[in-house]
Each structure stands twice: as C-alpha cells, then as structure tokens.
Nanobody, 115 residues
C-alpha cells in the first residue's frame, strides 16, 4: 500500500506564500500522477493541481498563475508552491497519488489564509 505524508501547511496572511511537500512510499507500480486536492468545511474535495511523470500539469482555474506544482520522480515527492494566497484558499490540502489505477490519499495538512 502506498503511504503519503504531507507537510508545509500553516497560517499565513493574504498575499503570503507556503510550500507544501508530499512524500510517497515506494511501490512496485509506477506512480502515474501525483497531485493536490483541497477541501473546505462543508464543501466537496476539489482538485488543485496534478502532475504526471512526464511533467504534464493541470491546475484549477482559481490557482493558475499563483500556484506551481513540481515533482521529483526519483523520490516520489510532489511539491506545491503557493504564492499570492487568498482567504479563499483556506482548506485542508490532501496529497494524492494515482497508482495502478487506484487513488491513495495523505491525511491532509491545514492551510489557513487570513484576510
């Protein structure tokens, strides 16, 4: 089973920055896609960004130009650089890995942006 561990969340003022990291345990299967989702209280979990082993990326429209996802394939680690943070970004951020057609999730890290 793949284990994912997130770090880097915290409390910042609007306009500030945070960098999230997620490290995955090794698997016999290729980790095809790694990404970040977030979930605010009372809302559904939503995709923020993801990245393939080839470096193709997807971003939610709300974070384009502000967030950057990157990946270290050799270490199965994914990062999310979050700049120009807005109060609307406040949520629990979950790391996700797609392995052999199955999704695996981290336990989440809280990001709070004050106005």
């Amino acid at each position: 089973q793949v284990q994912l561990v997130e770090s880097g969340g915290g409390l910042v003022q609007a306009g500030g920055s945070l960098r999230l990291s997620c490290a995955a345990s090794r698997s016999r299967f290729r980790i095809n896609v790694m990404g970040w989702y977030h979930q605010a209280p009372g809302k559904q979990r939503e995709l923020v960004a993801d990245i393939t082993t080839g470096g193709s990326t997807n971003y939610a429209d709300t974070v384009k130009g502000r967030f950057t996802i990157s990946r270290d394939n050799a270490r199965d680690t994914v990062y999310l650089q979050m700049n120009s943070l807005k109060p609307e970004d406040t949520a629990v951020y979950y790391c996700n890995a797609l392995v052999g057609g199955s999704h695996y999730w981290g336990q989440g890290t809280q990001v709070t942006v004050s106005s």
